[in-house]
């Protein structure tokens, strides 16, 4: 496994190594030990799989606050998607700073996001499959979502009207929320 720092603080790119033959392809998507090799520490308890219709559909930006903040792997199983990570810990030297990394079914790459980040992502394709790993369980009460577009990001999605959720689409700014983290205490 090939691991890549981002331009964020604890956010990497996993490139797994894949085996193809005319059959097709094998890799281990997920291996604890090849993860603590590189320095990574995460035990997963919960698997994620969503599935968007749509090229231009926006899911996100969100995070579970507190307690149930969630780390995350994330990967695109079908079509493509610009996956956006912003991070919201307060005291990290790269506060309020975002990427966006291109996860593909061909390109086979993964996100590790840990806890205290906001998380979205845009479909590049109709018929997107999305895969992600949690390190804590989903907590109805502790989901926050904050706009996609908030000014104080800018995020560049490259989409001026894309489809979003009820639930995005009220999604209040950054600034409005309640959601806080403090880097090095999570």
């Not at 190594?17 to 392809?25: A, I, L």
Request: hydrophobic share 35%; charged share 25%.
């Amino acid at each position: 496994m090939n691991v890549i720092t981002t331009d964020l603080k604890d956010v990497y790119i996993l490139e797994p190594q894949v085996f193809g033959d005319h059959r097709g392809w094998f890799m281990e998507s997920w291996s604890q030990r090849m993860m603590e090799e590189s320095g990574l520490f995460y035990t997963f308890v919960q698997d994620n799989h969503s599935y968007s219709n749509s090229k231009g559909t926006i899911r996100g930006l969100h995070c579970q606050n507190g307690a149930a903040s969630q780390s995350k792997l994330v990967r695109c199983t079908k079509g493509a998607i610009l996956d956006v990570v912003v991070d919201v810990r307060t005291g990290s030297p790269t506060y309020k700073k975002w990427i966006a990394v291109e996860l593909t079914a061909e390109n086979f790459r993964q996100l590790l996001i840990p806890r205290g980040f906001l998380h979205g992502y845009l479909t590049l394709t109709d018929e997107v499959e999305f895969l992600y790993k949690t390190d804590n369980f989903y907590n109805k009460e502790a989901d926050r979502s904050v706009i996609w577009n908030d000014p104080e990001f800018n995020i560049n999605w490259g989409i001026d009207n894309p489809v979003v959720s009820e639930k995005d689409a009220k999604a209040s700014k950054y600034c409005d929320s309640d959601i806080h983290f403090e880097y090095g205490k999570i």
